[in-house]
């Protein structure tokens, strides 16, 4: 959680509060914690006029949705942090790319570091210098293979880089956002 300008927040209300017509709470900066269990604590002492508290997390900012609900915190946030922490930021957006829109973690059953280890696999770089992600892509992925290192000069220029592109991305590889990920 080293980006100053994204650091995770909750904002931690309880739904007796709620309930009673107040919104009174507290913004919660999940970098003050190591682990989901000094952040409950916290929120619990927090709210200890009441007796027995039901948090409610009434909001929050820069954590991925399938990290958290309205009443809970995926076991695996803090570690996910700790991860997307030591990666750079393209990275650290391809992760979250990945395990929201591929393969739907955490709520496919895989534990986080089987989720890294396929992200790992089928991550191909992020390719967004140009309009075209995808062709960019397959003209490093042409390059990259030598597919085309046989054929005479005279010749490679006839090649069809987008009707190629649009083959590979049909059946073989995904584009999110300029990330490109191998199916």
Not at 72 to 94: I, N, Q, V, W
Not at 135 to 146: A, K, N, R, V
Request: with cysteine; glycine share 6%.
């Amino acid at each position: 959680m080293k980006n100053l300008e994204n650091i995770p927040k909750i904002y931690v209300g309880t739904y007796g509060q709620y309930n009673d017509g107040s919104l009174f709470g507290k913004w919660f900066d999940l970098s003050d914690y190591s682990d989901s269990q000094a952040f409950y604590k916290d929120c619990y002492e927090y709210h200890r006029n009441e007796f027995l508290p039901e948090l409610m997390f009434q909001d929050w900012e820069y954590i991925p949705d399938f990290l958290i609900s309205e009443c809970s915190l995926h076991e695996d946030t803090f570690k996910y942090f700790e991860l997307t922490d030591e990666m750079g930021e393209e990275r650290a957006e391809a992760f979250e790319i990945y395990c929201s829109k591929i393969v739907s973690w955490p709520s496919n059953g895989y534990d986080l570091d089987e989720t890294l280890q396929g992200f790992e696999d089928a991550y191909q770089g992020y390719f967004s210098r140009s309009k075209d992600p995808e062709l960019e892509f397959t003209y490093q992925y042409i390059e990259d293979t030598g597919m085309l290192s046989d054929v005479p000069e005279l010749l490679q220029r006839y090649f069809d880089y987008e009707a190629y592109a649009r083959d590979l991305f049909l059946d073989g590889y995904s584009q999110y956002e300029g990330h490109v990920f191998m199916d």
